[in-house]
């Protein structure tokens, strides 16, 4: 997936944002993890930072059961 807008997801855990990253990685995204510059009341301060498709992202998320808090441009 390569192109595209950034987008920054808030996730709930440090786990959540690796096992976002690696599930991404496979389907061919460009995922980072990075520590949030604001800490939100629902998450761990961790978000997950993509280049591509945000729909296509989204969708495999969901399918893989992770909880996206916020998205972030």
Do not use: N, W
Request: proline share 1%.
């Amino acid at each position: 997936m390569a192109g595209g807008a950034d987008y920054v997801l808030a996730v709930r855990s440090i786990t959540s944002a690796m096992r976002a990253q690696k599930i991404l990685e496979r389907q061919g995204f460009h995922a980072s993890i990075q520590r949030s510059t604001t800490t939100s009341p629902q998450g761990c301060g961790y978000t997950v930072r993509i280049t591509g498709d945000l729909s296509a992202a989204l969708s495999i998320l969901q399918a893989s059961e992770i909880e996206i808090l916020e998205v972030r441009r």
